[in-house]
């Protein structure tokens, strides 16, 4: 039985037409719901292991029943972790990533906003210094 399972099993594959797969356009940008639909996942990831690992505990105590909580402090501590990941992972994004996304081409307001943007960082970090001495003998 276990050969002819494996027999029409390596038959389907070898019969089945293969797929074109195609790359992902690399000048394509992710949107802000696909980063936080993945950050997201992430960070509801995590906080399932972090209770997977907090499950796991239980077998080495003498009385489960009396330390359930350990699966509550696995799952928060997992959705810390994943919330840290997800911070760290949004701010060490290059600039160019952030400030050359995709805008729509009627959208004049969002160019607005991005030159205003800019303009207001610039002025913050070209600013005069405001050290001044008097002397008078």
């Known amino acids: 039985m276990k050969s002819l399972l494996t027999l029409?099993?390596?038959a389907v594959i070898l019969i089945n037409p293969t797929q074109q797969v195609y790359a992902q356009d690399n000048t394509s940008q992710a949107g802000v719901l696909n980063e936080s639909l993945a950050d997201l996942t992430l960070v509801l990831g995590a906080g399932a292991v972090g209770a997977i690992l907090g499950l796991s505990t239980l077998s080495f105590v003498d009385r489960p029943k009396d330390h359930m909580k350990n699966i509550a402090i696995g799952g928060a501590l997992g959705?810390?972790?994943?919330?840290?990941?997800?911070?760290?992972?949004q701010a060490t994004k290059q600039t160019s990533v952030i400030t050359e996304a995709p805008l729509d081409a009627n959208s004049v307001e969002s160019y607005a906003r991005l030159d205003f943007s800019n303009q207001r960082i610039a002025e913050s970090y070209l600013v005069q210094p405001t050290v001044g001495y008097n002397f008078s003998f």
């Open 8 to 10: 029409i099993i390596t």
């Open 79 to 89: 959705v810390v972790v994943g919330v840290g990941i997800a911070v760290f992972g």
